[in-house]
């Protein structure tokens, strides 16, 4: 595969930096990656109430080979017991996000593509079972959600298994976006990209 289709897929109070940073990286390296909501929506709004118009809704029907999850919103620590659901965990409690989560997957288990997450995106793939008895990895606060629903802890900034790819805290969006570059045109784009970017791939890095 040459460069990869790559999309984002958003939703009102997902975390700006989990989104962006691997956008960012994707877009330096001239990768194809559009941001796109789950249902039609004009406006969307991030965690930190920035409006961003999406590039339309996600469809199966011309998927990508990379799509990308970010968290944010997610009650966490603390706040577990909290009564309000927000963002990434308010979208998993409405369903059609996880349903579109498992069919791209089915898709991309034929195709060769790839599904990734970044911070607690991880745990919505967790709640669509992805996860289960899979390496991977996500923010260190929610480490023990993680583990309640069957994942294999990694303790690494990008676990890639194959076909699902989870990246840890958030900034580690970075991260993954330099591994994408890696995995989909070599060691030597991933480090010119991380020079453009002046950042450096912290790791470690898990694959199979």
């Known amino acids: 595969m040459g460069s990869p289709k790559c999309e984002i897929i958003i939703y009102d109070g997902f975390d700006d930096m989990d989104a962006f940073g691997v956008l960012e990286a994707l877009h330096w390296a001239s990768y194809s990656v559009q941001v796109k909501s789950v249902r039609k929506q004009d406006v969307i709004t991030t965690s930190a109430g920035l409006k961003i118009i999406p590039a339309g809704t996600f469809n199966l029907n011309t998927c990508p080979d990379v799509l990308i999850v970010p968290g944010g919103g997610w009650r966490l620590g603390d706040q577990r017991n909290a009564t309000e659901i927000v963002g990434a965990e308010l979208e998993v409690e409405k369903g059609e996000l996880p349903e579109l989560l498992r069919q791209f997957h089915r898709h991309a288990?034929?195709?060769?593509?790839?599904?990734?997450?970044?911070?607690?995106?991880?745990?919505?793939?967790?709640?669509?079972?992805?996860?289960?008895?899979?390496?991977?990895?996500?923010?260190?606060?929610?480490?023990?959600?993680?583990?309640?629903?069957?994942?294999?802890?990694?303790?690494?900034?990008?676990?890639?298994?194959?076909?699902?790819?989870?990246?840890?805290?958030?900034?580690?969006?970075?991260?993954?976006?330099?591994?994408?570059?890696?995995?989909?045109?070599g060691v030597d784009a991933a480090i010119a990209i991380s020079q453009q970017l002046e950042f450096e791939m912290r790791g470690p890095i898990w694959h199979r």
């Not at 991880?122 to 993680?146: D, F, H, V, W």
């Not at 890639?160 to 995995?183: E, H, K």
């Open 109 to 185: 288990k034929e195709s060769g593509g790839v599904l990734a997450s970044v911070c607690t995106g991880s745990l919505i793939l967790g709640r669509t079972n992805l996860l289960k008895g899979r390496p991977a990895t996500t923010n260190r606060q929610a480490i023990n959600q993680l583990q309640e629903m069957g994942a294999k802890l990694m303790d690494v900034r990008v676990a890639d298994d194959g076909d699902i790819i989870t990246a840890s805290g958030i900034t580690a969006s970075l991260d993954l976006g330099l591994w994408l570059i890696q995995r989909f045109s």
